[in-house]
């Protein structure tokens, strides 16, 4: 399966940084079904963790009451220009994805 995108930005303002994801993923609760009547299985991002140069800043915990392709924002006090935030999920099913951005 190819690697789901994780688009991010992130703006500082006054030594805090205002951070944009938007993360690819279809988030099915495993509760619909498909047009054979089937039911499609569950497969939602499990985790979220949000780190600042390499320390845990932020960690969530999803369930299936996301939807599909989550957007999610989030602040960093104390933040300065070339800080890399780096934002990662884990889903249901072991996938994984990734994106980190450098604070202007």
């Known amino acids: 399966?190819?690697?789901r995108k994780v688009k991010m930005r992130g703006k500082i303002k006054n030594t805090v940084a205002q951070i944009k994801v938007l993360m690819e993923h279809p988030m099915e609760t495993g509760t619909r079904r498909d047009e054979a009547g089937d039911v499609i299985p569950a497969h939602?991002?499990?985790?979220?963790?949000?780190?600042r140069n390499d320390q845990v800043v932020l960690s969530v915990e999803?369930?299936?009451s996301i939807s599909k392709n989550p957007y999610f924002a989030f602040k960093?006090?104390?933040a300065n220009p070339g800080d890399v935030v780096k934002v990662s999920w884990t889903d249901n099913l072991g996938?994984?994805?990734a994106g980190?951005?450098?604070?202007k």
Not at 100 to 103: A, G, K, N, S, V
């Open 76 to 78: 960093i006090n104390d």
């Open 62 to 64: 999803w369930g299936t």
């Open 44 to 51: 939602f991002i499990q985790e979220v963790i949000c780190q």
């Open 95 to 97: 996938q994984t994805s």
């Open 100 to 103: 980190d951005i450098t604070l």
């Open 1 to 3: 399966m190819e690697a």
